[in-house]
């Protein structure tokens, strides 16, 4: 069995650090495709199945935020359950962006619904507010190679809230978080020096980053922020090692590329591609040994 | 319309504290139910429902943990979107724990997921770690009757990791959350003196219940850990104003009674609503105005 943390360090060796974010609202779907499918579940796969296919070379990942699904009710979860079935077929590492949280038997339940199946992905974004003992379910799921993402520092501009609250020991709230898991993190090693114990940073607090890619040298970073939410390529050295450890997330960045920047008119998948490309050729520019 | 959080405050004057927690896992269901129906959707959602037409006069409203349905898929979910339906049918308050927290457009769909379609309920608990700037876009739901819950101080014994770290200014994570959710929270008072915006705060923390009763006078709480997880219904005094201004949740207490305590080996439904009736009228007797 490979591990997943090892498959996302090999996909960035080999596809970059792109990683697509399918956070797919039905208002995001030309009308072609709404024309050509029935519901909202086949309109939304179709529609994600389209975007995989033209860009699968070039990412590390995905993400599939299930928040879009669920908000289409029970036949939005559908197309969010062939989704991430679909691209596990493909053998490409899928995150599902849940960022769900809670205690004890209720951990144990969310644990069972994202790593076995009709919504199995191969991590999952985890919310640590309640505890880190309310981490632990998911650590036999670790053991049979699945990852997780602890939220840390989010790009959101109000992140600091509860996240930047400093302790009388001159620490934030995510760095005190930050060292909890890297204890843990070493029983759950990797082969390339990363844990499956992840965690979250948004790429738009650049020097926080940069402070905890140096606490935590062994933790793969998952990178929100890019692109829309002002986060920059130059930002991203100081989140990654030697170009790998992390991927950096753009959603509408690259799903919606066809309407935003399209001067080519192209069909809404080559224009996914063409975005996805770009942003992985910057990244590489910016962080990659350049030879 | 009348706003959902004095519909609770009515249901708590007139039946008393009991919040019954449907938390329920496939295997607390019995062989009969099992063999009665023959999938899980209609297995879980009748347990539930016999559950509820035992204790509908017993207790202040529902809260239904999304996880345990999550952990069985889609036909889990559509168990779930049946339960809340059901109880929303019957004018009793229902409450999603779904524990949700995201940014920007993905808040916007998780209130969509859970304040309309097939997932709607009354209320909702959520994660306030990314801050909150995090919470606006459910505000609009507050101004047509919801209400929301925001985790403060869970009932885990790790809660304090995040919730108790202690700023330079002396004051714990939870406490400077609870003071900015006060300002927000005058925005969407009720009838009856307390806000839609609502909080979690569990009954094993007696000390810090209290103090955070004092500090929020106009906040109705959600009490978790009841019963099993050690709280007792003497400490609640401290929670409550008068008797009001917050439900207990008893989950595993109730709808597994007929296995727990049940000498007389009464039918599921019945031991639950005797279960129930015992711990209304033990919180009554620690808490309220008697006679």
């Known amino acids: 069995m490979k591990m997943i943390i090892d498959k996302l360090f090999d996909r960035v060796e080999h596809y970059g650090n792109v990683c697509i974010g399918l956070d797919t609202a039905t208002d995001y779907i030309p009308e072609a495709i709404k024309a050509e499918k029935e519901n909202v579940e086949d309109t939304l796969f179709e529609f994600n199945r389209r975007i995989i296919e033209a860009t699968k070379d070039i990412t590390a990942c995905y993400k599939v935020q299930i928040a879009y699904y669920e908000a289409q009710g029970l036949k939005g979860l559908q197309a969010y359950a062939r989704t991430v079935s679909y691209i596990r077929e493909l053998k490409i590492p899928v995150i599902g962006d849940v960022k769900r949280g809670d205690i004890a038997k209720t951990a144990q339940m969310y644990a069972k619904a994202h790593f076995s199946g009709d919504f199995e992905v191969d991590a999952i974004t985890v919310n640590p507010y309640l505890g880190t003992d309310t981490l632990e379910p998911y650590y036999d799921y670790l053991r049979q190679g699945k990852a997780i993402f602890v939220l840390l520092k989010t790009s959101n501009p109000g992140s600091g809230t509860v996240q930047n609250i400093l302790s009388k020991e001159g620490k934030t709230v995510y760095e005190t978080l930050g060292e909890k898991l890297i204890d843990e993190g070493k029983q759950h090693m990797g082969n390339n020096g990363f844990s499956s114990i992840c965690t979250v ?32 390529a130059q930002d991203l050295t100081g989140y990654l090692m030697n170009g790998n450890g992390g991927i950096v997330n753009s959603s509408r960045g690259i799903i919606l590329a066809y309407r935003r ?14 975005a996805a490309i770009k942003m992985r050729d910057r990244i590489n520019q910016a962080v990659r040994r350049n030879g």
């Open 261 to 274: 920047n399209n001067p080519d008119n192209l069909p809404f998948d080559e224009a996914s591609r063409r």
């Open 201 to 232: 940073v948004g790429c738009t607090h650049a020097k926080e980053g940069k402070r905890l890619r140096q606490q935590m040298p062994n933790t793969f970073f998952l990178i929100p922020g890019y692109g829309a939410q002002g986060g920059k």
